[in-house]
């Protein structure tokens, strides 16, 4: 006897904007807006699944029709249970119009959905669903250190400040923003060393902002202040130059925010540049290929960091995952995955949800963790009142 059909009858997108309280950048741009990209699905029985895509601004409003024009009519009446036959459904019909970037931006905000109807149809967390939890807490780091457009002597003082207090507030870790150029950014990360001590662990993020040469000569004054990553230091594209950086540094080289499904993560994760995986689950291709990336890093001991931007949503999946990933490689003490948090202003991640995560909190709380829900499905779901606030599509 089988199963009824649990049919997918709905998929939506809802792209939220708001200003920001000041003018934030990183070494690529400077921005004044904050968005996000949520993706609705409904089934058949009433099931309501929440999901995230990775993308800003314009590129949000593109890949919310890439949702609901290209992809929904592909898995409306699909079984919302049959979450990986609809991810290589989608992905087969899209891969001659791009294997990475913005179609898998956008289907990954689908299956992360179908993955929240699955935990909540089985009564079980996403974490629960992949196979259990290892932990019930995560450490967290916090990044701030944002670029503003003020001159670096004036930003190295600001970051002096801000990096004691994330450290005050009880992260175990903070990351900094770089790209103004080598001498202007030694002298910002120095700046950090300075502001959180000797005993405490400071990453940067170049966003791509160098080519191999300013690369090496930034990395090497890390190397001195005894950072733990040097994180997207050249264009992602540049394998060779990851390569090249890997082996003269001392310091930790991290990145893939940029990489796409187990076929492009397979060739970056060979070409032998990376000390620190950072895959981006809202952008990957979602949880189905986020698991496949996972086993691929952890097969080459390549620890995994995961990469966090957006919205309590995206917030609510890496906790899922991070209760999930094995430790590596184990043992009594084993170093444990962090939560990446972004501790500037962002009311779509402490504002949205109908009973929210309250990440600070629990770090002051807890001496730098956060409890993982364990309730079923990604265990959040946003306020309606609140999405029609600040829908824009």
Same mark, same amino acid.
């Given at each position: 006897? @089988?199963?009824?059909?649990?049919?997918?009858?709905?998929?939506?997108?809802?792209?939220?904007?708001?200003?920001?309280?000041?003018?934030?950048?990183?070494?690529?741009?400077?921005?004044?807006? !904050?968005?996000?990209?949520?993706?609705?699905?409904?089934?058949?029985?009433?099931?309501?699944?929440?999901?995230?895509?990775?993308?800003? @601004?314009?590129?949000?409003?593109?890949?919310?029709?890439?949702?609901?024009?290209?992809?929904?009519?592909?898995?409306?009446?699909?079984?919302?249970?049959?979450?990986?036959?609809?991810?290589?459904?989608?992905?087969?019909?899209? !891969?001659?119009?791009?294997?990475?970037?913005?179609?898998?931006?956008?289907?990954?905000?689908?299956?992360?959905?179908?993955?929240?109807?699955?935990?909540?149809?089985?009564?079980?967390?996403?974490?629960?669903?992949?196979?259990?939890?290892?932990?019930?807490?995560?450490?967290?780091?916090?990044?701030?250190?944002?670029?503003?457009?003020?001159?670096?002597?004036?930003?190295?003082?600001?970051?002096?400040?801000?990096?004691?207090?994330?450290?005050?507030?009880?992260?175990?870790?903070?990351?900094?923003?770089?790209?103004?150029?080598?001498?202007?950014?030694?002298?910002?990360?120095?700046?950090?060393?300075?502001?959180?001590?000797?005993?405490?662990?400071?990453?940067?993020?170049?966003?791509?902002?160098?080519?191999?040469?300013?690369?090496?000569?930034?990395?090497?004054?890390?190397?001195?202040?005894?950072?733990?990553?040097?994180?997207?230091?050249?264009?992602?594209?540049?394998?060779? @130059?990851?390569?090249?950086?890997?082996?003269?540094?001392?310091?930790?080289?991290?990145?893939?925010?940029?990489?796409?499904? !187990?076929?492009?993560?397979?060739?970056?994760?060979?070409?032998?540049?990376?000390?620190?995986?950072?895959?981006?689950?809202?952008?990957? @291709?979602?949880?189905?290929?986020?698991? !496949?990336?996972?086993?691929?890093?952890?097969?080459?001991?390549?620890?995994?960091?995961?990469?966090?931007?957006?919205?309590?949503?995206?917030?609510?999946?890496?906790?899922?995952?991070?209760?999930?990933?094995?430790?590596?490689?184990?043992?009594?003490?084993?170093?444990?995955?962090?939560?990446?948090?972004?501790?500037?202003?962002?009311?779509?991640?402490?504002?949205?949800?109908?009973?929210?995560?309250?990440?600070?909190?629990?770090?002051?709380?807890?001496?730098?963790?956060?409890?993982?829900?364990?309730?079923?499905?990604?265990?959040?779901?946003?306020?309606?009142?609140?999405?029609?606030?600040?829908?824009?599509?």
């Amino acid at each position: 006897m @089988g199963f009824p059909v649990m049919q997918i009858t709905r998929i939506r997108s809802h792209v939220l904007r708001c200003d920001m309280p000041e003018t934030l950048g990183y070494s690529q741009q400077y921005y004044t807006q !904050r968005t996000a990209h949520l993706v609705e699905v409904e089934t058949s029985d009433g099931v309501i699944g929440w999901g995230e895509c990775f993308g800003p @601004g314009a590129v949000a409003r593109a890949n919310a029709h890439i949702v609901e024009d290209v992809i929904a009519p592909m898995v409306l009446g699909m079984d919302a249970r049959d979450r990986d036959v609809i991810w290589h459904k989608v992905y087969n019909l899209l !891969r001659d119009h791009g294997q990475k970037g913005m179609p898998l931006q956008a289907l990954s905000g689908v299956d992360i959905a179908l993955w929240d109807i699955a935990g909540q149809i089985a009564g079980l967390s996403v974490s629960r669903l992949i196979g259990g939890r290892f932990r019930d807490r995560v450490p967290v780091y916090g990044y701030g250190m944002m670029l503003r457009p003020e001159p670096a002597a004036d930003l190295a003082a600001r970051f002096v400040d801000e990096a004691a207090a994330i450290r005050d507030a009880g992260f175990r870790a903070t990351k900094m923003k770089v790209g103004m150029g080598v001498r202007d950014d030694i002298l910002l990360a120095q700046a950090v060393r300075k502001g959180v001590g000797d005993d405490f662990d400071f990453m940067v993020d170049a966003n791509h902002a160098y080519d191999v040469n300013d690369a090496l000569e930034v990395g090497r004054a890390l190397d001195d202040l005894g950072a733990y990553w040097f994180e997207e230091p050249v264009a992602p594209e540049d394998r060779a @130059g990851y390569a090249t950086l890997r082996a003269a540094l001392k310091t930790r080289i991290a990145g893939g925010e940029a990489e796409f499904t !187990r076929w492009g993560w397979r060739d970056l994760l060979a070409s032998g540049g990376l000390s620190i995986a950072q895959p981006e689950i809202c952008a990957l @291709g979602g949880i189905s290929e986020y698991l !496949r990336v996972l086993a691929l890093c952890h097969a080459q001991f390549t620890p995994v960091v995961n990469h966090v931007w957006g919205s309590a949503i995206a917030v609510a999946t890496n906790l899922q995952l991070l209760a999930a990933m094995p430790p590596l490689p184990g043992g009594l003490f084993p170093r444990e995955p962090l939560l990446e948090f972004d501790t500037t202003e962002n009311r779509f991640r402490d504002e949205m949800l109908t009973d929210p995560l309250d990440i600070q909190g629990q770090v002051a709380a807890s001496g730098g963790t956060v409890a993982i829900p364990d309730m079923p499905g990604l265990g959040v779901a946003p306020d309606r009142d609140f999405l029609a606030h600040y829908r824009i599509n």
